[in-house]
């Protein structure tokens, strides 16, 4: 019986968890975007030193962004779209656009940062740019992407990764 109560309890506070660390880990992603933007004009008024410090404060926003969905992820699951028959493929869709774009942010990021760490600033200054519109993108399209799951529309089932990106895709058809 003790067991039971045990499991319930952590039941109980995972589903206040599953849409808490969404929020905060949206939150910070969206203030490293903001950060990439202040750093990308700094750079551009040639101010070096704070463009290095603020876009160091970007990553370690990224960062927690990262840890904060990771755990969300392995210790609670993902929650499935939630929202309208009508509306699930156009939304897959838009998060296989988010992952993917996502994906080359970080990847993206990860050279700049090193780039930028060695001096090696022809590359770094080439891909700048691009990586900079890229995280907008990234940062812009996981904002939304938690406005559809848990403001829009009323968050589906959490469960583990695979399920909810399975589900998601196979009740659209």
Excluded at 58 to 80: P, Q, R
Excluded at 91 to 105: E, K, R, V
Aim: positive net charge; aromatic residues 16%.
């Amino acid at each position: 019986m003790r067991e039971e109560n045990i499991v319930c309890y952590f039941r109980k506070r995972g589903s206040m968890m599953a849409t808490f660390l969404p929020f905060i880990s949206t939150v910070f992603i969206g203030l490293s975007a903001l950060f990439v933007a202040i750093g990308w004009y700094l750079v551009s008024q040639r101010k070096i030193e704070a463009h290095k410090k603020v876009m160091f404060w970007a990553a370690v926003l990224a960062v927690i962004f990262f840890v904060t969905y990771l755990s969300k992820t392995f210790f609670i699951g993902s929650t499935s779209f939630g929202g309208p028959d009508s509306v699930v493929l156009p939304y897959t869709i838009f998060l296989i656009f988010h992952i993917t774009m996502a994906t080359i942010a970080a990847v993206l990021g990860i050279i700049q940062l090193t780039t930028g760490y060695k001096n090696r600033l022809k590359s770094h200054r080439r891909l700048g740019p691009i990586t900079s519109i890229i995280w907008f993108i990234s940062a812009t399209t996981g904002i939304a992407v938690y406005l559809l799951l848990y403001v829009i529309y009323p968050p589906g089932e959490t469960t583990n990764l695979f399920n909810a990106i399975l589900n998601t895709v196979i009740t659209s058809y």
